[in-house]
């Protein structure tokens, strides 16, 4: 007699049966991957590099044949105005680097304004709206993080060294552009006719802000 084989049971494997419902963890993506958050870092790279590429030679900067003593009050603006049209780039380089180094030098303030630049960018420019902020079992509203947001800000930049240390550093680079503008003659710049001969000190960070503004403002909406 032959012999029948016992019936074979179906072994379920927990592994591979799917959850009921997502972790809150896989519904909330990071903010790094959040389209908003690409958005913004890529106008930014790409304006830094936009005006990086209308950088002058550095050598043509430093070139001390051509410095001169200017004839009168009137002729060191008039300087100043040509090299600032014909040097904003390097100006503008030369004057972040002096604030980064005024920062570095002092730790603290650069952890109180990273600290800032964080606090703006996590919880109010990307978080989405959908989504309360929540801190030790208390919702928070949008203006009500706002209001904290702004409170925050003027703790750092009045009530401590951050405001002064910016401040310093900022008088001490417009002072080296306009002494360097006033002194260095401008005949042998060739300007681009097309390119506006003046311009807002700020105006190469005015065009990343307005790029970029796109970005935040699709990211609380």
């Given at each position: 007699m032959a012999s029948t084989a016992p019936p074979i049971l179906p072994i379920s494997n927990p592994q591979t049966v799917p959850s009921a419902a997502p972790s809150s963890l896989e519904s909330q993506p990071p903010l790094t991957t959040t389209p908003a958050f690409r958005n913004f870092v890529n106008q930014i790279t790409d304006t830094v590099k936009n005006g990086f590429s209308k950088r002058r030679p550095w050598a043509e900067l430093a070139d001390r044949s051509a410095l001169s003593k200017p004839e009168s009050i009137s002729d060191a603006a008039v300087r100043i105005r040509k090299n600032y049209s014909y040097f904003k780039v390097n100006y503008l380089t030369v004057a972040t680097a002096i604030v980064g180094f005024s920062l570095v030098t002092h730790p603290f303030s650069l952890v109180f304004l990273l600290c800032l630049l964080a606090s703006w960018l996590?919880?109010?420019?990307?978080?989405?709206?959908?989504?309360?902020?929540?801190?030790?079992?208390?919702?928070?509203?949008?203006?009500?993080?706002?209001?904290?947001?702004?409170?925050?800000?003027?703790?750092?930049?009045?009530?401590?060294?951050?405001?002064?240390?910016?401040?310093?550093?900022?008088?001490?680079?417009?002072?080296?552009?306009?002494?360097?503008?006033?002194?260095?003659?401008?005949?042998?710049?060739?300007?681009?006719?097309?390119?506006?001969?003046?311009?807002?000190?700020?105006s190469f960070l005015g065009g990343a802000a307005s790029n970029a503004a796109p970005a935040i403002v699709a990211a609380r909406v």
């Open positions: 996590f919880l109010y420019m990307f978080r989405p709206t959908d989504q309360p902020l929540v801190v030790f079992g208390r919702t928070f509203t949008d203006r009500e993080t706002l209001g904290c947001l702004i409170l925050f800000s003027i703790f750092v930049v009045f009530l401590t060294d951050v405001g002064s240390v910016l401040v310093s550093a900022m008088m001490v680079g417009v002072a080296l552009i306009c002494a360097h503008g006033a002194f260095r003659a401008p005949e042998d710049l060739f300007l681009d006719e097309q390119e506006p001969a003046a311009t807002g000190f700020l």
